[in-house]
């Protein structure tokens, strides 16, 4: 690679569009959020920033503290079920015949790149009271009910469904839906680089498959597994569309919460104060994330 | 002394990948204790044929026993052998000590003569006081011996090896060529080795398969292979060597004669058994070809006209002990012969464009019949 030091004109040359960009619709709005969560409502649009740190003592108060905490276990949750999910998902991927696995991968992508608000509506249909899910159930429940008639039982009683939808459990299915790619790609990516001859010179010592996955396999995916949960773990935590649609009255997370600040309750200085404590503490992982790796490559 | 027994038995074994025929009905015995060497170019199907003793790959046809016992079914986890992989594939993540006790943890064996065992292993293999180690804090050479120390501690019946040098530097390939000689030796357990290398092999073996295009060419000792090779295939891959087609014109017991058009007539001092005017082929290794100003020549032992040939040097390359000339003959063709360096100022004596004689020993031609 040749040195940007020896080529400044041309590097500049090419750097600045990007830059500019950057500038112009990333780091000045940040910073107008930022100053705006150090401010307080005058009147009806006038934001006075005086410097105050009120804003955050709030966003510390117990009810949004349990908001925070709350979506951190959706999310951890979350991450915990793409993870138990994805790394057979992946290991198959890894394992499946050459021909075979761009067709896998496109299967993972397919819905990445169909739009969320379909994703969610489309799930939404199916989890419904009158969904294809309690539909089948139903289905099943009456069958069982008339064959328990026909061998002289007595029947089951009337199919209530199930609430599949409005509450806790449809908010982490459908985040679970919606952020299994993330997890998978990077698990992929990790155990497709493992030189296949550790594996077989686990099983050559005597080893079983479960005893090669659990001290071999898992151990030289762990950056990948590490990079998964934490892809999946902050757009998790960041989730507003999901708990929206999908979650009941208690399912909200603190991106709901923000939303509100901002549109309904007309409080940007609040709304800020929040989201600038959720970017803090996804910094945070990152950072951690970005530590470990370098002491990992200064090992080697 | 007894008659010893076959450790591996391989009997009629194929292997077919899709359409391709891998190893194509290979039969081989393989003795307890002995440096067994599976030698081939790449593709021969001689890392196949290993991976299928290790379990990695199952035969499409065949048996395979080892110890007596048909490993048909029998997962490689399961298997009395034990591999040392081309990559090594010592676990990057564990240090030099677990890696080598990974296959006696497994096993079940008391902590205590885990211990003795790998350190055991470990002066086997001269890395002794090393146990700590990451692997990434190693060298090439240490890392295989690791991959050595973590096969043999599990005594195994027969360790595999798969290209065990190849990716070593020449000095320490020639190094290891005698330490895993010596190592199989003092632990006596069979050996097993793949390798394209034909230095490799010779130096190491007991004996050699030669495999070709999935099929076994030839089984024999080293010296076997080099000096009496069974057709054009070995005796090309073995060594250098010289090979030209002829007729068969006299054969009888004690000695025949085969016309060559690009050499002239070759005299031996036995009998070839062939048909008589069938087409042959003999070979003559460069070392075997004495090198003589033009006309200074004269076979002895010989009749007239006979082992003679003459030519002139086209290209020589120094090689330090000896010197390789090309020579090219009265026919066209090309010749190689190799002159040993005995004194300081031998390789002074020819040049390019000397003409230059060229005669060899009755015992020194090789004819093949296929």
Known sequence: ?300 | MTEKQPVISIRNVTKRFGNMVAVDNVSIDILEGEFFVLLGPSGCGKTTLLRMIAGFEMPSEGQILIGGQDMAGVSPNQRPVNMVFQSYAVFPHMSVADNVAYGLKISGVAKPEIRTRVDEALELVSLGGLGQRMPDQLSGGQRQRVALARGLVMRPKVLLLDEPLSALDAKLRAQMQFELAELQDNVGITFVTVTHDQDEALSMACRIAVMNKGDVAQLAGPSDLYEHPANRFVADFIGSVNIFEGKLTVDEPEQAVVDCPELGRVFLNHGVTGAHETTVWVAIRPEKITMLPAGQAKAKDSPDGHNIAHGQIKGLSYLGDVTVYEVRLESGRSIRVSRPNLSRWDQEDFSWDDKVSLQWHPTSPIVLLS
């Not at chain 1, 979506?71 to 198959?92: D, E, K, M, N, R």
């Not at chain 1, 819905?111 to 294809?132: C, H």
């Not at chain 1, 919606?178 to 992929?188: A, G, I, T």
């Open chain 1, 1 to 300: 690679m040749q040195d940007w030091k020896q080529h400044k004109a041309t590097f500049a040359s090419i750097a600045v569009s990007p830059v500019l960009w950057l500038v112009a619709f990333f780091i000045v709005p940040l910073a107008v959020v930022w100053l705006y969560s150090f401010g307080r409502n005058v009147g009806l649009t006038e934001i006075d920033i005086s410097g105050t740190f009120s804003n955050y003592g709030r966003a510390l108060e117990p009810l949004y503290l349990e908001i925070f905490g709350k979506s951190v276990a959706v999310a951890a949750l979350t991450t915990l079920i793409c993870l138990i999910i994805g790394f057979p998902i992946a290991l198959a991927i890894t394992f499946a015949q050459p021909k075979w696995r761009p067709w896998m991968l496109l299967a993972i992508m397919l819905p990445f790149w169909t739009n969320l608000l379909i994703r969610t509506y489309a799930l939404i249909t199916v989890l419904r009271t009158e969904g294809y899910v309690n539909k089948s159930l139903g289905w099943f429940w009456e069958g069982a009910s008339s064959l328990k008639v026909m061998v002289g039982m007595a029947p089951l009683s009337t199919w209530e469904p199930l609430p599949l939808l409005y509450n806790n459990f449809a908010v982490i299915l459908g985040l679970v839906y919606v952020h299994l790619p993330f997890m998978v790609l990077p698990l992929y990516a990790a155990l497709d680089r493992l030189d296949r001859s550790l594996i077989e010179a686990s099983l050559d010592l005597g080893a079983g498959h479960f005893r090669t996955l659990t001290q071999i396999v898992a151990p030289l995916a762990a950056p990948g597994i590490i990079s998964g949960v934490i892809i999946t773990f902050v757009p998790a935590l960041g989730a507003y569309l999901t708990p929206d649609l999908m979650g009941g009255p208690d399912s909200q997370m603190i991106a709901n919460v923000i939303e509100r600040q901002f549109k309904r309750a007309n409080d940007w200085p609040f709304g800020a104060a929040l989201s600038f404590l959720l970017m803090y503490a996804t910094f945070i992982l990152i950072a951690l994330q970005t530590l470990r790796n370098r002491s990992a490559e200064r090992r080697s």
